[in-house]
């Protein structure tokens, strides 16, 4: 018998009526905004070495600049997302990019620590709710079945904003200046926020036939939020992500001024190493994604499994880089650790969703961001600078792998009640140990 999680909305395609043209567009304008988003938060890490010395800042002040957009993004993207579903998605996701541009231009007008930590501070605002609430646009606009491709897709934008942010705001700093570099990021940003509220219209991505698919889903379930935090298997798929996003936060943020320190290049080389890295994490992110669809069609729990050796295939390949000598050999370890490092997005929005009742996953969507930033993005670099500060920078990034180990131990948790947390809902239980009982329907 093959188990189907029975809050999934089989039933209904909310892209009918869309026209597919019409559907790729809105996932470029958004993808793009997503890209803009990442830019914004990651150029500051470019200017990390250029920022210390001419503030004279410690790693731990550079580490809070960069953790506290995560933070505000932690903190605010439940509420913010939930304020997206009831006034308009598209409406908020332009307002949300409007906002956090005008901060990146705040950046670019710093004249002290201060009040660049008050622009980053509201960077963070602005960009809060923007995942979530993309890629609930994007999964909405297309059939069931191009779904888990497309979120995985637009999930990829980030570590392809990251990498932009990075490799060109390290180039436009040393071209034209530190300020320049956000500047730079800003107008981007400020000229896709403009288009995006022209083109995507709210009426034409979420017309009236979807009241049918509402009405039914408040037939079916009259308590559909419970599903966020109901099972023991969905709190665990959030604290694993959290623990691995630590992991690849802190790598992201720091590895531009570990190449300038330990490396000796410039801010701008520098920057397009790092640039690398990140690029490694958005390709690995689709490719283990795409092996863990490919290698677990008829098992539940193979996904869990991956999610797993994902986890301790990084820590070992991060741990051997770390205890290289600099060079090709520490380099070639870095890119294949960041390669796995973020091979876990995909399987555990997929067990986030799976969980889930379809009516909330935004909401579902926003509580993993919220957790990957509260226990992973903001924590990472700030903990990461200030143990820098006392050790040095290479001694703080070999600790940095360990939390890997942790995510690991969570992803085993996970699968020991993952098949009876996902048959719950349907108010049975199921036997691990039967054969059957693995199989997995297509999504």
């Not at 933070?71 to 990019?97: E, Y």
């Not at 436009?172 to 320049?180: H, N, Q, S, V």
């Not at 969507?365 to 993005?377: E, P, S, Y």
Request: proline share 4%; charged share 10%.
């Amino acid at each position: 018998m093959a188990y189907h999680h029975s809050t999934v909305a089989d039933e209904e395609d909310t892209s009918v009526g869309i026209p597919r043209r019409y559907a790729w567009i809105v996932f470029a304008l958004t993808f793009g905004l997503l890209i803009s988003d990442y830019m914004s938060r990651q150029v500051l890490n470019a200017v990390f070495p250029i920022l210390k010395s001419e503030w004279v800042l410690s790693d731990g002040q550079l580490g809070l600049l960069s953790g506290i957009v995560a933070m505000m993004v932690g903190l605010l993207t439940i509420p913010l997302s939930m304020l997206a579903d009831r006034f308009g998605r598209v409406k908020s996701l332009a307002l949300m990019a409007l906002l956090w541009s005008l901060a990146t231009l705040a950046c670019a007008l710093a004249n002290n620590y201060q009040e660049m930590l008050i622009a980053r501070f509201m960077v963070g605002v602005g960009e809060a709710a923007y995942g979530s609430v993309g890629v609930a646009v994007v999964v909405s606009v297309f059939p069931r079945s191009m779904r888990a491709t497309l979120a995985s897709a637009f999930m990829a934008g980030a570590m392809l904003g990251s990498v932009l942010g990075i490799s060109l705001g390290g180039a436009i700093a040393i071209k034209l200046g530190w300020r320049w570099s956000f500047a730079s990021m800003a107008l981007f940003g400020l000229l896709l926020a403009a288009l995006y509220p022209i083109i995507v219209r709210e009426a034409r991505i979420a017309p009236q036939r979807l009241a049918t698919v509402r009405s039914k889903a408040e037939e079916a379930v009259t308590r559909p939020l419970r599903t966020l935090y109901s099972t023991r298997s969905i709190i665990g798929a959030y604290i694993g992500s959290g623990l691995q996003t630590f992991v690849v936060g802190s790598m992201i943020v720091w590895m531009p001024s570990y190449f300038n320190r330990y490396y000796g290049v410039g801010e701008g080389k520098a920057g397009v190493m790092a640039g690398v890295m990140v690029l490694c994490c958005g390709v690995g992110a689709v490719l283990c994604g795409m092996l863990s669809d490919r290698l677990c069609r008829q098992s539940l729990v193979r996904k869990i499994d991956a999610s797993i050796g994902f986890c301790l295939g990084s820590c070992l390949l991060m741990s051997l880089a770390l205890v290289q000598p600099v060079g090709p050999v520490q380099l070639v370890l870095f890119g294949l650790a960041m390669l796995m490092t973020t091979g876990v997005n995909g399987t555990t929005v997929a067990m986030v969703a799976n969980l889930s009742h379809y009516k909330v996953h935004g909401t579902a969507f926003a509580t993993l961001t919220l957790v990957n930033n509260l226990l992973g993005l903001a924590p990472g670099p700030f903990v990461t600078g200030k143990v820098s500060d006392l050790v040095g920078l290479h001694g703080a990034l070999q600790l940095v792998p360990l939390m890997s180990i942790a995510a690991a131990a969570v992803y085993f948790y996970i699968r020991r009640h993952y098949l009876n947390d996902l048959a719950r809902p349907k108010g049975r239980e199921v036997d691990q140990t039967h054969p059957k009982a693995a199989m997995e329907v297509s999504p």
